[in-house]
Structure formats: C-alpha cells, structure tokens
C-alpha cells in the first residue's frame, strides 16, 4: 500500500483534480499507484512510477510527487 504525502496530494490537485476534497485526492493518488508501473531508480532513493498520463516518485512507500507525464519524463 502506498501513503499519498501532503505534498503530492496539493501538487495532484493543482495539476489535476482540483475540485476533489483531501481525502479523495489521498484516496485516488494511493489508488493510482497501486496501479502504476515502475520505470526506474531516480536520484534520493526514489523510484520513479508511471501511468499512462500520471508520473510518481516513490520514496518508501511514500508518493513524494506527481507530475503529468509529458512535463517531466520522457519514457518510451
């Protein structure tokens, strides 16, 4: 199970949901990474995970970040 961090929970709301309350964006963030793929190591131990349109970094179980997919990686 992952645990959505306050951070990622404002930056999923800014960027993507932002008529959703806290606790549905912490649900769905939690719920978009159990079904998110990892792609690789990135720098601070964290792991990089994407969805078709969705970008997390992962740190301990923890979503650090988001980001739409195209703004910040650049996957195959």
């Known amino acids: 199970m992952f645990n959505a961090t306050p951070h990622a929970i404002q930056r999923f709301t800014e960027r993507?949901?932002?008529n959703l309350s806290m606790t549905r964006v912490q649900k769905?963030?939690?719920k978009i990474a159990a079904q998110a793929h990892y792609v690789r190591d990135v720098p601070g131990h964290a792991k990089l995970y994407v969805t078709k349109h969705i970008a997390l970094?992962?740190?301990n179980r923890n979503i650090?970040?988001?980001?739409?997919?195209s703004s910040r990686t650049s996957l195959q």
């Open 64 to 69: 650090l970040t988001v980001y739409p997919r």
């Open 57 to 59: 970094i992962v740190k």
């Open 28 to 30: 769905r963030l939690e």
């Open 16 to 18: 993507f949901a932002g």
